[in-house]
């Protein structure tokens, strides 16, 4: 999770962690880079956090985290259900290459205020 109480060097420098451990152990089969959903969060309601990542922020921890990672993590995956379909998108562009998964009353996400739903239609997802 990222955009929280976090500065950019704690993020560089939690990237380089996983992938060191990646070298050490390759254990990891995928990289799932989650911004912080703040609307509802008790962190953030007690002052203790910040309102999440910006738009561009969150774009930018997926295409950084693919440079970072490769070649030893192949797969960044992209959560529609904190980015929402334009979001996604824009990762997908970026350097992700997986598109979430299937949630089954996805309760966490929506409880700390997202709004993007608990489902996409494959066709919106093939957009």
């Known amino acids: 999770m990222f955009g929280h109480v976090e500065e950019t060097y704690h ?3 939690h990237l380089l962690r996983i ?3 990646q070298q050490e152990t390759r254990g990891f089969t995928e990289f799932v880079p989650l911004p912080f959903v703040h609307m509802e969060a008790p962190i953030y309601l007690k002052g203790k956090a ?9 774009v930018l921890i997926h295409a950084v985290s693919r440079i970072v990672l490769n070649p ?4 960044i995956q992209t959560s529609w259900g904190k980015m929402g379909p334009s979001g996604v998108k824009a990762c997908l562009d970026a350097g992700a290459n997986d598109l979430g998964g299937t949630l089954m009353n996805e309760s966490i996400t929506r409880a700390a205020g997202t709004n993007h739903g608990q489902e996409m239609l494959p066709e919106t997802m093939e957009q």
């Open 11 to 13: 993020v560089a420098r």
């Open 19 to 21: 992938r060191d451990l």
């Open 50 to 58: 910040r309102k999440g990542p910006k738009y561009r922020e969150a």
């Open 72 to 75: 030893l993590i192949n797969n």
